[in-house]
């Protein structure tokens, strides 16, 4: 191989678009069911029976695709309808009229009849894409920012204008890190408090936990850390919440609190205030 140094230019002019298709065989599969489906002005039990029954995930699909859920969104939801247990085809096998009731709470057949008995414009299309793409990354901001407003107004409530938000606080030996809120500011912080609310800003999950542990490899070991958190998706990735919660019966972590945890959370923050003066 000849040997040549290239230029930005001409590695710039040979760049094409990567085009990916993104229909595979459960799509595919899916949108097939979905056209073979009856159209009527009411659906009922058995309608929703006949599109979970044959090849489960793909009738559970169908299902989230008519209820605009994601899977974490349908499975929290279905969790929080049945109670304990599973949601899946063992789920549905084993109890089928719990689950189709489940279903009818979440209006699945109220979806059913408003999407299929619906006609479409051209201008449809690009909404669907809009609320696809930056819809659902807006959607997620607001979740966020709207648990960073909760915890926010706690703080501000006991401690004042003393605090600062979005900050890079400056810790141990020097080390800093990232956090949501620090008291009394970011150069020596008594209280840093962060907010991740699952499934709220796209997060993954190992992000929420690396964030957390960086704060705490960070912080002088007189500061509290204070975590807030929400989400019904939690349920969902209930063994990555417990690594969180041990990190809190380590010491790592003062508190957890959630936003039905407002008075705890408001409690808790006037008692600290009295401790750190």
């Known amino acids: 191989m000849q040997q040549k140094d290239q230029t ?3 590695v710039v002019e040979s760049l094409s678009p990567l085009t990916v298709d993104w229909m595979d065989e459960t799509a595919a599969n899916a949108i097939a069911r979905l056209t073979d489906l009856p159209k009527k002005e ?3 039990h058995d309608d929703m029976a006949a599109l979970l029954d044959g090849n489960f995930d793909e009738g559970l699909l169908c299902a989230r695709l ?9 499975e929290a939801e279905l969790k929080r309808e049945l109670g304990t247990g599973g949601t899946g085809v063992k789920r ?7 689950f189709l009731e489940a279903l009818e709470r979440l209006r699945l057949p109220e979806a059913m009849a408003t999407a299929i ?3 479409p414009v051209w201008s449809d ?7 696809s793409g930056r819809g659902s990354a807006i959607s997620g901001q607001k979740r966020g920012r709207g ?8 703080v501000k409530e006991v401690f004042g204008d003393h605090y600062e938000t979005r900050c890079t606080f400056t ?10 809120v620090a008291v009394p500011d970011r150069y020596r912080p008594r209280i840093v408090i962060e907010v991740k609310g699952y499934g709220a800003t796209g997060s993954k999950m190992t992000d929420i936990i690396g964030d957390l542990d960086a704060i705490i490899a960070a912080m002088r070991r007189d500061t509290w850390l204070l975590f807030v958190t929400d989400g019904m998706t939690w349920k969902s990735r209930l063994s990555d919440l417990k690594k969180i919660v041990e990190r809190q019966n380590q010491g790592k972590i003062a508190r957890i609190y959630t936003t039905k945890m407002r008075e705890e959370f408001l409690a808790d923050l006037k008692s600290l205030k009295q401790i750190i003066g």
């Open 42 to 44: 009411s659906y009922s």
């Open 125 to 131: 299309i690009l909404v669907e894409r809009l609320r």
């Open 117 to 119: 008995n619906y006609k």
């Open 92 to 98: 549905y096998k084993a109890e089928p009229d719990a």
């Open 66 to 74: 008519f209820l605009a859920l994601s899977k974490d969104t349908m």
């Open 147 to 154: 648990l960073e407003d909760f915890a926010e107004a706690m």
């Open 8 to 10: 930005l230019d001409e």
């Open 171 to 180: 810790g141990a030996d020097n080390k800093s890190a990232k956090c949501d």
